[in-house]
């Protein structure tokens, strides 16, 4: 299991990132557009400390997260602990890894990933799980960042020369993906919380070239978003 670099050993920081990140909404508009979860069954997988969760469960019809990290995991439960009101999803948290989802086959209706595990080549395996785990009709959606969008995707591929974007577009293509590109921006309270983000985010020389190039309070921020639906019956040729 390869630890995240940054929630797993900075996640108060990491909740400051989340609080800031998508602002202006565009990501969740854009994943409630395509694939609806108001009464349906919902995982999050790499669901970290359960950020996310109490989105899904306002509407879904329940909602479980999948985070491998057992620290993270109970983070998680007790940011749910007390969250429910009359009438709300249930909502559980298990600790598990993508290769090996703890759901039984057809048994969610949309499966959810966030900057997590699903970055290309090498996690045909936790895709083949959520394909297991989704009912015909079903959804898989990836939510990545766009390392061609300017300047937080200059930044990734700073710290990350190897990394090509156009091999992971096309492994996405070639496993059925229909891509799309979301615009947002990260907007943090102070610099000190936007310092401390990129901090987490990036090596210290590409931190130090990330805050240089961020003189606000606010980061222009690309994302792509990757959509896969289950067939619902055999396909004939």
Known sequence: MRPSPNIWHWPEIYEIENRAQDSTGALWRALREHCDWTGLDVVDVGCGDG????LFAATARTVVGVEPHPPLARRARRRLTGSRS???SGVDVRVAPAQRLPLADASVDLVH?????FFGPGCEPGLAEAERVLRPGGTLAIIDLDASYPPYGEWMRADLPHYDPGI?????????FHSTSVETLWRFHDRTSLEAVLG???SAKVARKAVAESPGRSVPVGYRLRLRTKPTGLLRQ
């Open 113 to 117: 990933a966030r900057t997590a595990y």
């Open 200 to 202: 987490i985010e990036f």
């Open 51 to 54: 950020f996310h969760l109490p």
């Open 168 to 176: 992971v577009e096309s492994f996405f293509e070639r496993h059925g």
């Open 86 to 88: 009359p009438g709300e």
